[in-house]
């Protein structure tokens, strides 16, 4: 009997166990579906655990970025087929390509924006710059009034003639007395090339002769305001240039600058490189409005059919007006008024890196543009001292200057290669006659100098001619430099006079 109930207990937990097994089964699987939260680890388990998190993050970075270096492969690929000079099948990469140009030559982008370009710029490295044609006409604007102007313009156009590699027009509003001078200049100087054109500053006087100025240049100085309506309506853009520039580069990088104005910008000018605009110069110092520091007018960049379609002449007298009304009058003459523009609209300005206008003025800060950047492009002497201006490397600026001003400019009558100019049969027969000389000669010296047309300019120093009734007139006619030519004036009026002179006849100004 008692082993029947041990064999009926052991089929009935062998029954069970069959029943149970597939249930439990069933819950695990059911269970592990389900998310668990997870106890909290250890602190050796939770290292182990970020470590392995890292490293799956790490890896699928360097995945991300290998896509993105197969997508610039590709992208560059696509580029070199393309032709460089179509930017309409990659709008993006030239867009971006710009700012990265804009960036990293005017510096005014913050870490990360530099960052960004630098990236973006790994796409439009293939893109091309936009550069100024070969043989495409350069145009320059100045406004030169009187002798010491007249002298002063002649070292700033050799500067641009030595560096230029483009054809220029040169676009003067002058007075009677400089367009008499350099018109001379000009046609016996024949640089192959070089066009010039002049403007009637009398004619002008009237539209800025109603605004009072302080500054030494005069009613002249105030004349660049009217430029849209004195150059030619057809003129489209004009780099507009002080007397007391030089310039140590090609101008053509200058004029490059043009293809950078975006939207409404419609004036290419530096910061000025004092504290003028700020209003912290002395006690009471009270300058007009201006952006920030403000900018200095000695280079401009004008695009004069976008300022003619903003009415540019109603914009800046309306500003002017309003302005003299508590001003009274302008210290910087025409810089004043374009500040003032620009502070209502903003939107104008395209700000050139300021190695486009390093300015020696008397309380000039321009030593940390000099110092941060490899090489300067204008030399601006925007001071009365000019020359004499103190600062500590004002004998670098100065020897730069004197280059210019003792070079010799018959030098720059050279054609520019491969751009057809018209023809000066004045040039073209002097030419033909020296090459018919005997270089072997040992007269050639004396017999070219028969031949060769010098430069002359006429009146170096103030001048006012008066023919005398008795016709009794003496003209000396001397090759002299300025320092010798005194002394020989100073030597003739002793031998003649027997008496000590009160001053120098010749004193340049």
């Keep these: 009997m008692l082993g029947m109930w041990r064999g009926r207990r052991k089929l009935l937990v062998a029954s069970l166990a069959l029943l149970f097994i597939p249930a439990l089964t069933w819950l695990y699987l059911s269970v592990g579906s389900f998310q668990v939260k997870p106890l909290p680890l250890s602190p050796l388990e939770a290292q182990s655990s970020m470590a392995v998190g ?5 890896k699928s970075l360097e995945l991300r970025v290998r896509a993105v270096e197969e997508e610039n492969h590709a992208l560059r690929r696509d580029l070199s087929r393309t032709p460089r000079s179509s930017p309409a099948r990659h709008p993006n990469s030239d867009h971006h390509g710009n700012q990265t140009r804009n960036h990293s030559e005017e510096g005014t982008g913050d870490n990360e924006g530099q960052k960004s370009a630098a990236v973006v710029g ?42 230029r590699r483009n054809p220029l027009h040169f676009h003067f509003i002058t007075d009677s007395i400089a367009q008499q001078i350099l018109s001379s200049l000009f046609h016996t100087w024949m640089v192959p090339a070089v066009k010039v054109d002049f403007y009637d500053a009398d004619e002008l006087k009237s539209e ?9 240049s005069g009613i002249y100085g105030l004349m660049k305001l009217v430029l849209t309506k004195t150059l030619p309506s057809d003129l489209q853009r004009v780099i507009v240039l002080d007397t007391d520039i030089t310039f140590a580069t090609d101008i053509a990088e200058l004029w490059a600058v043009f293809h950078k104005f975006k939207g409404q910008q419609v004036l290419g000018l530096v910061e000025n490189q004092s504290d003028w605009y700020l209003g912290n110069l002395w006690k009471n110092h009270r300058p007009w409005p201006a952006l920030g520091r403000g900018f200095n007018t000695g280079v ?27 001003m009274l009058s302008t210290s910087l003459a025409d810089q004043d008024i374009f500040n003032a523009v620009i502070k209502q609209n903003p939107f104008l300005i395209h700000q050139l890196p300021c190695f486009w206008n390093v300015q020696l003025s008397d309380h000039t800060r321009s030593e940390k543009c000099y110092k941060d950047v ?14 004499r201006v103190k600062n500590k490397h004002v004998e ?6 004197l280059t210019f001003l003792e070079y010799d400019g018959n030098l720059l009558r050279r054609e520019l290669f491969g751009c057809p ?57 001397a090759q002299l430099s300025m320092d010798r030519y005194c002394s020989s004036i100073q030597q003739s009026f002793l031998y003649n006079t027997k008496r000590q002179p009160n001053k120098c006849l010749c004193s340049q100004e």
């Design 122 to 163: 790994n796409r439009s490295d293939c893109v091309q710059q936009p550069m100024v044609d070969k043989c495409e006409t350069i145009h320059v604007a100045i406004v030169c009034a009187g002798y010491n102007a007249s002298r002063d313009v002649v070292t700033l156009v050799k500067s641009v003639l030595f560096h």
């Design 421 to 477: 100019s018209e023809a000066d049969h004045n040039s073209e027969n002097l030419q033909k006659t020296l090459s018919q000389l005997d270089e072997d000669d040992p007269c050639y010296e004396f017999r070219r100098e028969r031949f060769t047309v010098h430069r002359t300019h006429l009146y170096f120093l103030h001048y006012e001619y008066e023919p005398s009734t008795d016709n009794t007139d003496v003209t000396l006619v």
């Design 396 to 401: 670098f600026f100065r020897n730069l200057y």
């Design 300 to 326: 401009i960049l004008l695009l004069l059919d976008r300022l003619r379609k903003l009415r540019w002449e109603q914009m800046w007298r309306l500003t002017a007006e309003r302005e003299l009304m508590s």
């Design 374 to 387: 490899s090489d300067l492009k204008v030399i601006h002497w925007n001071s009365p001292k000019k020359l």
């Design 208 to 216: 800025v002769s109603w605004i009072p100025n302080k500054h030494y």
């Design 54 to 58: 890292r490293r799956g993050e790490q």
